[in-house]
């Protein structure tokens, strides 16, 4: 079957499902867990009303409580905002409020610290800029700092700290691309620089099956982590867990170390994001529901 029939199929199949199931981004929590052992059992959804989806999970563990700062689409506006799910000790949902709004769509809300403050890094694609905002009052006020990006489509931009620099991985869209399929890196001395030097190698990864973000790079006994998402299926459909072999501002390589499916016979579809705190873990899942 060729790849136009394919995605023909595939627009079909999705149209004629609508009819009868809603296929929503939702919560996963989980505790404790490692991403080599993880399996769906370990999960517990938090599942959204039905005029909207949650997705993007980012996790800050503070007191006695979780707060999960995530992308919330309403459909009637069909644009999402930033939203932060606070949950007690045990992961139960105590209040879900909106802290960043805009005209245009944003995801993704990356959150770091620098200089003992914090700062998020939501995804602002739609509006062709990368933002910057600094928390003024955790965890619902939140003012804008500058752009690092102006006139680019720079989506699940993800930073991290490593050999005295500040590196962000990004995914860009470029005329005629995909959002999907090429992995840029840029270098800078802080994260709140003015001018980022893209690295020699850009694109460092141009596969669907792992170029965009999933959420933080970690470290796991020595090893530099990335999450990934597999979009080869659908958008979302698998996460990647590689490892990063080789990091400098030269070079770049990983190697896949292993992937987390969605259990369809569950009525999962899709899963694209990994981040822990505090002991727990939270990710997303596409589940089919029946309307």
Not at 193 to 221: C, K, L, Q, T, Y
Request: aromatic share 14%; proline share 5%.
């Amino acid at each position: 079957m060729t790849n136009l029939l394919i995605r023909a199929w595939r627009k079909l199949n999705k149209t004629v499902n609508s009819f009868f199931f809603l296929d929503q981004w939702a919560i996963l929590i989980g505790r404790n867990l490692d991403f080599e052992s993880a399996a769906w059992d370990h999960f517990r959804p938090l599942v959204p009303s039905p005029d909207r989806y949650w997705a993007d999970p980012f996790v800050i563990a503070r007191g006695e409580n979780y707060y999960v700062f995530i992308e919330e689409k309403l459909y009637q506006t069909g644009l999402g905002r930033i939203a932060c799910l606070t949950l007690d000790k045990d992961g139960n949902l105590l209040l879900n409020q909106s802290v960043l709004e805009r005209p245009y769509h944003l995801s993704y809300p990356f959150i770091f610290e620098y200089h003992d403050e914090m700062y998020m890094l939501p995804e602002s694609a739609q509006n062709r800029t990368l933002e910057v905002y600094r928390c003024k009052q955790f965890p619902d006020q939140w003012e804008f700092v500058k752009n690092l990006m102006f006139d680019m489509y720079v989506v699940d931009a993800t930073l991290f700290e490593h050999k005295d620099k500040w590196w962000l991985f990004a995914n860009i869209k470029t005329e005629g691309g995909s959002s999907l399929d090429k992995l840029y890196l840029f270098s800078a001395n802080h994260p709140l620089a003015e001018v980022w030097d893209p690295h020699p190698r850009n694109p460092i990864i141009a596969d669907i099956h792992s170029a965009r973000p999933a959420g933080r790079i970690f470290e796991r006994d020595g090893e530099l982590i990335r999450p990934s998402q597999d979009s080869s299926r659908r958008y979302g459909y698998a996460l990647n867990f590689n490892r990063i072999t080789l990091f400098d501002s030269m070079n770049y390589d990983e190697t896949r170390l292993s992937t987390f499916y969605p259990p369809r016979q569950r009525g999962v579809l899709a899963i694209h994001t990994w981040n822990t705190d505090g002991g727990i873990t939270v990710s997303d899942a596409v589940i089919r529901r029946r309307k």
